[in-house]
């Protein structure tokens, strides 16, 4: 299993991005998928997560303000991100898992302009 993380890039606070992340080579469609960001010298945070059937998670930080969908015909998963803070500058990964595997796409960086 691959993925393929993008749509990060410079917003100004109070903007909005998307990011997408393709998944390729899964044999199951039961799969979820998880977006995480990792800001300079801080944890890894999970920020939201999707489940196969559709059922959806978010961190406290995010909530309100991110939306997370899946297309499962594109095999992709997107996070809509609104109303973008200073603090929410990272790079951001997608988490694949399923019953077997789980995988990690390389990060897309996402800076907030104040």
């Known amino acids: 299993v691959q993925l393929q993380a993008s749509g990060g890039g410079l917003v100004q606070a109070g903007g909005s991005l998307r990011l997408s992340c393709v998944v390729s080579?899964?044999?199951?469609?039961?799969?979820?998928i998880d977006w995480y960001r990792q800001a300079p010298g801080k944890q890894r945070e999970l920020v939201a997560g999707?489940?196969?059937?559709?059922?959806?998670t978010y961190s406290d930080s995010v909530k309100g303000r991110f939306t997370i969908s899946r297309d499962n015909a594109k095999n992709t998963v997107y996070l809509q991100m609104y109303s973008l803070k200073p603090e929410d500058t990272a790079v951001y990964f997608c988490?694949?898992?399923?019953?077997?595997?789980?995988?990690w796409g390389q990060g897309t960086l996402v800076t907030v302009s104040s």
């Open positions: 988490r694949y898992r399923d019953m077997i595997v789980e995988t």
């Open positions: 080579g899964s044999r199951s469609r039961l799969y979820a």
């Open positions: 999707i489940s196969s059937g559709g059922s959806s």
